[in-house]
């Protein structure tokens, strides 16, 4: 049985590579990293290869729209090379406001622009070029170096379009802050329709889902934690878009009307959503919770973890998940 882990890109450096490092030593299937306003996801995962020599690293996600395909296939294909070939590239498009913002990027078509995105990669890292792109083309070519063949690439998605263009053209799939209930009712059926009608084996796609979770006894300082970071998703429209569809319109509602600031719009994220996303509690319920994530298509379950707890207890106890969950299939 799969678990996968992200490893913040925050904090102290001898942190990280502990979290690693346990990792490593406790059998997870990758380490991931995001791109966020912190350390370089890739440079990170490449610093990491030698504190964690056997699990996959994996990028979750990179956008698009801050490196051009050409030094995108560039830098995964180093990733790849320095850790033994054990990249995996996340791709992402990221948000309008942050894409602007941080990296003077507009995203035109961001389905089509996806699209086009990965097949230029794809192209580069087999050593053709791509010169027929609307938005994206490159003659890049390498020399003197020859990157692994099929390096896989997920794609994040959300919404139902963004979900059937990864189920075409990627090899996984990587969900932010989705209840196991849309990945059951709207992913894995979305994914299955598009595989089945091209022909392409369900088995062979992965579907990766963060799993925001704390092994503790403080569960109320969890769900406090957890929501204080569901704050950021509910002011982005793909996000909110798919709270909705997910059955939590009641939620966002209440979030546009909270009178009070900050405090009133913490509460307005409900308990159920929290409950329905996250694995919070002692080591049973935090493999309850996983296993109603993969009962619900998610083959690849990877836990995050959650603001203000400790983050090694819980990979513990998710390690164990993996290991008793392993044992029953035998």
């Known amino acids: 049985m799969s678990v996968s882990v992200l490893v913040p890109t925050t904090g102290q450096w001898s942190e990280v590579a502990g979290y690693a490092a346990l990792a490593d030593e406790l059998g997870y299937d990758s380490i991931n990293c995001s791109h966020i306003r912190a350390r370089d996801s890739f440079t990170t995962l490449a610093g990491l290869a030698s504190v964690a020599p056997r699990v ?8 698009i729209y801050h490196r051009s395909p050409a030094s995108m296939a560039q830098t995964a294909a ?36 996806m699209r086009e995105y990965v097949g230029v990669v794809r192209a580069l890292l087999s050593g053709r070029d791509a010169t027929n792109g609307v938005r994206w083309r490159s003659e890049f070519g390498f020399v003197d170096f020859a990157p692994r063949q099929g390096i896989p690439i997920y794609l994040a998605a959300l919404s139902r379009s963004m979900i059937r263009l990864a189920a075409e053209i990627a090899d996984g799939i990587v969900l932010w802050a989705c209840p196991s209930s849309y ?44 929501r204080a970071e569901l704050h950021r998703y509910f002011g982005l429209p793909f996000y909110r878009a798919m709270f909705i569809a ?4 009641d939620d966002v509602a209440a979030f546009d009307v909270a009178a009070g600031g900050w405090a009133a719009q913490l509460n307005a994220i409900s308990q159920r959503l ?8 002692d080591s049973q319920t935090i493999s309850q919770v996983l296993q109603r994530y993969r009962h619900a298509g998610v083959a690849n379950p990877m836990i995050t973890q959650i603001w203000g707890t400790d983050f090694e207890p819980t990979l513990i106890a998710a390690a164990e998940h993996k290991t008793t969950a392993t044992a029953a299939r035998v």
């Open 56 to 63: 996959r690293l994996a990028t979750a996600v990179a956008p």
């Open 183 to 226: 990945i059951r009712d709207v992913v894995v059926p979305e994914i299955s329709e598009v595989r089945r009608a091209a022909g392409l084996n369900l088995a062979d796609f992965d579907v990766l889902a963060a799993v925001p979770s704390a092994a503790t006894d403080d569960v109320d300082s969890a769900v406090k934690g957890i």
């Open 78 to 113: 180093t990733v790849d090379d320095l850790s033994g070939g054990r990249f995996r590239l996340g791709l992402g498009t990221g948000h309008r406001t942050t894409m602007a913002q941080w990296h003077g990027a507009q995203i035109g078509r961001p389905l089509a622009e």
């Open 246 to 249: 997910a059955g939590y319109g």
């Open 274 to 281: 929290v409950l329905d996303l996250c694995a919070i509690g």
